[in-house]
Nanobody, 126 residues
Framework: QVQLVESGGGLVQAGGSLRLSCAAS????????MGWFRQAPGKEREFVAA????????YYIDSVKGRFTISRDKAKNTVYLQMNSLKPEDTAVYYC???????????????????WGQGTQVTVSS
């Protein structure tokens, strides 16, 4: 079993920055990949970014490339999502996620996620 606890959401003006954290516990993380999804009101949950635990390889959706950076701290079992140049369309609940594809450098799918965090709200005002 894996437990994921997110923090770092909040309200920020357009162009601002936030850093989300996801503290993980419970299993051997070299066998997992971690990532972030988001869900805006009235929309489906969508993949944002992923990182392989061992190598730190990353993958992003096009709309956040160059603005968001995913990273991990192995000693703290924590994954981060640094979000810069935020836009109102980034407003959503952001969820930390874990799947069982530790070497995959591509999109995470909803069906492939084995563990979810509780979510943290990010609101970007215009």
């Amino acid at each position: 079993q894996v437990q994921l606890v997110e923090s770092g959401g909040g309200l920020v003006q357009a162009g601002g920055s936030l850093r989300l954290s996801c503290a993980a516990s419970g299993r051997t993380f070299s066998r997992y990949r971690m990532g972030w999804f988001r869900q805006a009101p009235g929309k489906e949950r969508e993949f944002v970014a992923a990182i392989t635990w061992s190598a730190g390889s990353t993958y992003y959706i096009d709309s956040v490339k160059g603005r968001f950076t995913i990273s991990r701290d192995k000693a703290k079992n924590t994954v981060y999502l640094q979000m810069n140049s935020l836009k109102p369309e980034d407003t959503a609940v952001y969820y930390c996620a874990v799947d069982l594809y530790p070497y995959s450098i591509t999109t995470m799918t909803l069906a492939g996620v084995h563990y979810w965090g509780q979510g943290t709200q990010v609101t970007v005002s215009s």
